[in-house]
């Protein structure tokens, strides 16, 4: 299924896009797509009867509404550091021996067309397409891979917007340069796991300003999906509704030679995973 969350931030409602494209509300099934809705199978079961047979769910005029990010109330945001092998070797960092974790604060999503802003006093704000894993069960100290990737609910499009001075230069963690407002565009669609049988196997890009930047795979990926909700699990609980960003694969700014060409206002980017939906965001300064 490809939920959605639709209508003004902070007022959104729960819809569902069939498999004829045709936008359907789900605000009469379900309150929301959240965690809770996520962790309740007998709630998902009413979900995916009514999109077996879509007539029975109101159309929606997609016309000038705006799509909000496709989960709601989410409860962490956990990423992954350098995990693309052509990544690593674009910044000259090595490959390394476990994943590097750091996080994003859930109020740095917004929806994928949404504006992001260019923080004050940024010079390296950079652009990075991200496979985002929502995760449908509480996850504690598991054993397998596999086990992993039984715990995700879903997966989404994330754009990991990071400022590479407060990030790298400022000292500290990495997180000052990740958690800059509107840094975390998110969706449009949460693609349930059914409908993605193999994670590792997605193409995915990105634009600046029409100009190609980033065209990689999730096969580049160091630490694949299933061994990264593993790994995580013995260091945090993860509970549905809980967010993992992948990584990115090489193609950034700030890999490129001089003159590194960060972001500024004015400039559009546009992202997608195959079969995640695409992405397209105007930046202002803030």
Not at 31 to 47: C, H, K
Not at 100 to 107: G, R, V
Request: proline share 8%; hydrophobic share 35%.
């Amino acid at each position: 299924m490809k939920l959605l969350r639709v209508g003004p931030a902070g007022s959104e409602r729960p819809a569902l896009l069939d498999r004829n494209g045709t936008l359907r509300d789900l605000s009469g099934l379900v309150p929301d797509i959240d965690g809770e809705l996520l962790a309740d199978a007998s709630a998902l079961t009413r979900v995916r009867e009514a999109a077996q047979t879509p007539d029975v769910l109101p159309p929606l005029d997609a016309n000038g509404l705006r799509v909000g990010p496709p989960l709601g109330r989410i409860g962490k945001i956990v990423c992954i550091g350098l995990n693309y092998h052509d990544h690593a070797a674009e910044t000259g960092a090595a490959i390394p021996d476990e994943p590097i974790l750091f996080f994003k604060a859930p109020d740095t999503v917004v929806g994928p067309e949404d504006t992001v802003l260019v923080p004050r006093r940024s010079r390296k704000t950079d652009w990075e397409v991200e496979l985002a894993v929502v995760i449908g069960r509480t996850a504690r100290y598991l054993d397998t891979a596999e086990e992993g990737l039984a715990h995700v609910a879903g997966y989404a499009t994330s754009h990991d917007v990071s400022e590479r001075e407060f990030q790298i230069e400022r000292g500290g963690t990495w997180d000052k340069g990740k958690n800059c407002e509107t840094f975390n565009p998110l969706g449009p669609w949460l693609v349930t796991a059914d409908e993605v049988p193999d994670p590792q196997a997605l193409p995915m890009r990105l634009w600046v300003n029409g100009e190609l930047k980033q065209d990689g795979t999730t096969a580049q990926q160091i630490f694949p999906v299933g061994e990264v909700v593993r790994y995580l699990s013995h260091f945090m609980t993860l509970y549905p509704g809980d967010v993992i960003n992948t990584g990115t694969p090489a193609g950034v700014a700030m890999g490129r030679t001089e003159p590194k060409p960060y972001l500024r206002a004015g400039d559009v980017v546009e992202l997608e995973i195959e079969g995640l939906g695409r992405q397209r965001q105007e930046l202002e300064n803030a």
